[in-house]
């Protein structure tokens, strides 16, 4: 590709190639679920898998990178489908290190996924989780995402309650 890609080209691109993510009855668990702030799991996938072909494109990556599989790979990295706020007597306590694996149980139950898309989802925590990605999908799945989540994390929104009388 000659120039970079904008912002709809990018959007285009993940609708395309994640649409039978996207489009899944699951998908539905994710709209209700919140990740980070006031950010759903779902608007994070989203993001996560734009600014994984963002940094791909930027990057000039092209030829290294399998597109279909790097937007699958981001969209479902989280499909562990819970809150993992919720109490439930503990078992979420270690979420950060549980959920690639959860994600990946969840994702190869609802789709056929190829080596680079089971390898990047399982690993997306690294360096939290010991084990690198294998493949260089998994590696921008796990920037964009640690991109995402401190961005979501430390976004302006959340503090948009009403301030207190003096
Ligand atoms: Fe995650
Ligand atoms: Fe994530």
Not at 9 to 25: K, T
Not at 39 to 59: G, K, M
Not at 107 to 129: C, G, Y
Request: aromatic share 8%.
């Amino acid at each position: 590709m000659g120039r970079l890609l904008t912002r709809d080209e990018i959007r285009g691109l993940v609708q395309r190639h994640g649409g039978e993510v996207i489009g899944h009855r699951h998908m539905e668990i994710e709209r209700r679920c919140y990740q980070h702030g006031s950010v759903t799991t779902f608007a994070h996938s989203i993001r996560v898998a734009c600014l994984s072909v963002w940094l791909a494109d930027r990057l000039h990556l092209w030829r290294r990178v399998d597109l279909p599989s790097l937007i699958r790979a981001a969209l479902l990295h989280d499909y562990f489908l819970y809150d993992w706020h919720d109490d439930d007597n503990g078992t979420h306590r270690l979420h950060g290190f549980t959920h690639g694996r959860a994600a990946l149980v969840n994702a190869q139950r609802d789709f056929r996924l190829n080596r680079v898309e089971r390898n990047s989802i399982l690993h997306h925590m690294f360096p939290l989780t010991p084990v690198p990605p294998r493949y260089i999908e998994g590696y921008l799945v796990c920037m964009a995402d640690k991109i995402s989540a401190t961005r979501e994390t430390l976004s302006m929104s959340r503090f948009n309650k009403p301030e207190l009388p003096r």
